[in-house]
């Protein structure tokens, strides 16, 4: 079976927890591997999402965590809903 995997850049302006994430992470951009699995035995080419992954950094150490993509979602909604204020 035919794999591919999409990465994309994730900014948070507001620290946030994930499940599996064990605790909060600061605000910023995080880079989301989206991997995907080819559908077979349908008439057009399509796939569906298998895992996302999530890098965390931590000072030198870089870790890549499952993460399930529908609690992501729901943690961006989140933080683009609350409007963001500067304080200068």
Do not use: C
Not at 40 to 68: E, F, H, M, N, Q
């Amino acid at each position: 079976m035919f794999t591919r995997s999409k990465t994309r850049t994730v900014h948070f302006q507001r620290p946030f927890t994930l499940s599996g994430l064990g605790g909060m992470q600061p605000p910023g951009d995080y880079q989301v591997q989206d991997d995907e699995e080819q559908i077979p035995g349908i008439a057009w080419l399509a796939y569906r999402r298998v895992a996302t992954l999530i890098d965390i950094i931590s000072g030198p150490t870089i870790s890549r965590v499952a993460i399930d993509n529908a609690d992501l979602q729901a943690a961006i909604d989140k933080d683009r809903a609350i409007p963001f204020t500067r304080v200068t």
